[in-house]
């Protein structure tokens, strides 16, 4: 009938496929340390959108919601990673370095079991931290700090964009990255 064109058919599946969608992200916010209850809401909302311009064309609707709502979920968690790894320096021990960096002290043990390369890592990092503003200092701070902040928390505290505070330290932690790949290139 909703798809039909009856606008209380319609209005009673948008309401069912929202409560559903929501039902469905919040129970997998426990599992994924990537999704926050928030988040769950924003993807039902988005799942709702997709549906309503799908509903014309929808055959079998349970099964179009499971896999919708899967789907959406893999892109969100997936873009997500990628963003929170443009904002590391290394695949390996990504906030052992930086705490090393910012809190100087940090526990000596820690280094014992650190290979060379990440000795040299947190090297580079420290040195190319120390020689940033303070600007970048304070960020990183509060990004590393036991509870990090949000970036929109720090926005607030530094009277800064969030988009432009994001974008400064992709910046900062690709040309730590490049700095090391190239000494690690002309050591070779």
Not at 34 to 59: C, H, N, T, V, W
Not at 108 to 117: A, C, G, Q, V
């Amino acid at each position: 009938m909703a798809q039909k064109g009856c606008s209380k058919s319609r209005q009673e599946v948008i309401a069912w496929v929202y409560a559903e969608g929501l039902s469905y992200f919040r129970s997998k916010v426990p599992s994924e340390t990537m999704l926050s209850y928030a988040d769950a809401e924003d993807l039902a909302g988005e799942s709702l959108l997709e549906f309503q311009k799908a509903l014309p064309r929808i055959q079998q609707v349970g099964r179009y919601m499971r896999r919708m709502f899967r789907n959406n979920l893999i892109r969100h968690l997936s873009r997500k990673r990628v963003r929170r790894g443009r904002e590391c320096l290394s695949e390996d021990n990504r906030r052992g370095v930086i705490q090393a960096t910012v809190y100087q002290s940090y526990r000596r043990s820690t280094f014992l079991s650190w290979t060379d390369n990440e000795l040299d890592k947190w090297h580079l990092s420290r040195r190319r931290l120390e020689n940033a503003g303070p600007l970048l200092q304070k960020i990183f701070s509060f990004r590393m700090a036991d509870e990090p902040l949000s970036y929109r928390q720090i926005s607030s505290i530094v009277g800064m964009e969030e988009a432009a505070l994001r974008m400064r330290v992709a910046r900062f932690c690709r040309s730590v990255r490049d700095e090391y790949r190239l000494g690690d290139r002309r050591s070779r």
